[in-house]
C-alpha cells in the first residue's frame, strides 16, 4: 500500500517536471518583449531620418555596404538586444527539450534563437547579414509552426508562423507588386519579423502557465499508487470518497 509520503512524493516530481517549462517560458516572453522594446527604442533615439517603410529593422544596426552608415546609440541598443535576446532564446530551446524531448521543435527553436544571435553578432553594415537574416526568418517561421505538436488548441493554430513564411515570400519575390510595393522594404520586412516575435510571447505565456509534460499524468500515477494490495482504494483518496 502506497503511505501518503509516496504520494506526496509524485506530486513534487510532478512540481519539479514543470520548472524547466516555467523558466523557458519566462525566457521566451522576456525575449520576445525585449526585442520589440528594443526596436521601438533605437527607431526613437535614431538620430537621423528613419521610415519604417523605407528603412529596414536591421538599419538600425547599420545600414548596408558599401556605404554603410552606423548611428549610436541605436546601433548599439540594437545589436545588445539581438545579442541577448538570441541567448534567451537558445537556453529557452535546451529546457524545452529537456521537458517535451520534442526534437523538431528544440532544432528549430534553437535556430530561431542562433538567428538573432547572428543578427547582433552581423549586423546590417556587413556581408554576412542577408544570410543571416534570412535564416533567422525562415527559422522563426518554422519554430512557430512546428511548436503545434506540444500546444493545445486553440494555440495549436499555426498563423502566426505562416504569416511570417507568406510575407518572406512576398518580401523575396513580390516586392515590385502593387500591395507589397506600398508596404516598402521596411513594411513587408516588418510583416516578417513580428509575427514571430510576438510568437514568442505567447509561446513564452503558455509555457509559464503549463503544467508541464508530465504533470498531467501525475494525479493518475497517485491514484494508481494508492490502490492497496486487495484492490480496494483507502477512503480519501480521489477514487475512494462516497
Known amino acids: 500500500m502506497a503511505t501518503c509520503m509516496e504520494v506526496e512524493q509524485m506530486s ?22 525585449a526585442i520589440l522594446m528594443g526596436i521601438i527604442t533605437a527607431e526613437a533615439l535614431y538620430p ?7 528603412n529596414t529593422i536591421s538599419d538600425l544596426g547599420g545600414t548596408r555596404p558599401p556605404d554603410s552608415v552606423v548611428l549610436q546609440p ?21 529546457l524545452v527539450h529537456r521537458a517535451f524531448r520534442r526534437r523538431a521543435v528544440t532544432i528549430s527553436l534553437a535556430c530561431y534563437g542562433i538567428g538573432v544571435l547572428g543578427i547582433g553578432v552581423f549586423p546590417g553594415n556587413t556581408t554576412p547579414h542577408p544570410l543571416v537574416a534570412m535564416f533567422v526568418f525562415v527559422a522563426a517561421g518554422v519554430a512557430a509552426i512546428l511548436a503545434y505538436q506540444v500546444l493545445p488548441p486553440p494555440l495549436r493554430q499555426m498563423a502566426l508562423g505562416t504569416i511570417t513564411l507568406a510575407s518572406l515570400v512576398l518580401g523575396s519575390l513580390f516586392l515590385e507588386w502593387g500591395p507589397v510595393a506600398e508596404l516598402g522594404e521596411g513594411g513587408i520586412e516588418r510583416w516578417i519579423a513580428y509575427p514571430a516575435v510576438l510568437w514568442l510571447t505567447v509561446f513564452g505565456g503558455y509555457l509559464m502557465g503549463s503544467r508541464g509534460a508530465e504533470a498531467p499524468a501525475a494525479p493518475q500515477r497517485a491514484s494508481s499508487a494508492a490502490v492497496s494490495g486487495n484492490g480496494k482504494v483507502p477512503v480519501g483518496t480521489a477514487g475512494g470518497r462516497r
Not at 74 to 94: E, K, N, P, R
Open 12 to 33: 513534487e516530481i510532478a512540481i519539479h517536471d514543470r520548472t524547466p517549462l516555467k523558466l523557458a517560458g519566462a525566457l521566451l516572453f522576456t525575449a520576445g518583449a
Open 48 to 54: 537621423a531620418a528613419y521610415s519604417t517603410s523605407g
Open 74 to 94: 541605436s546601433a548599439a541598443i540594437f545589436d545588445v538586444t539581438m545579442l541577448a535576446t538570441g541567448a534567451m532564446i537558445i537556453a529557452a530551446a535546451w
